[in-house]
């Protein structure tokens, strides 16, 4: 289960430098969907190399509203 959920969020997140703005739209509901739990990839995320990665990643980290995150942003 553990690999299964890593391999989810590491697609979402992949998704989230995608071309197609229904593609990133859709990526992005399904992190925050996912709550929490994503956290932890998502601000490693933050060190990626796509500008529009990283700001998808900081309005998901915005939209869940964990102070935990607060710190990485």
């Not at 289960?1 to 399904?30: C, H, N, P, V």
């Not at 601000?43 to 935990?68: F, G, H, M, N």
């Amino acid at each position: 289960m553990f690999f299964d959920q890593t391999t989810k969020y590491k697609e979402l997140i992949s998704s989230l430098g995608s071309a197609d703005d229904a593609t990133r739209w859709s990526a992005r509901q399904s992190l925050v969907a996912m709550g929490q739990s994503a956290i932890p990839q998502l601000v490693l995320t933050l060190k990626d190399s796509s500008i529009l990665v990283r700001w998808e990643v900081t309005q998901i980290l915005a939209a869940l509203r964990d102070p935990a995150a607060a710190s990485a942003l």
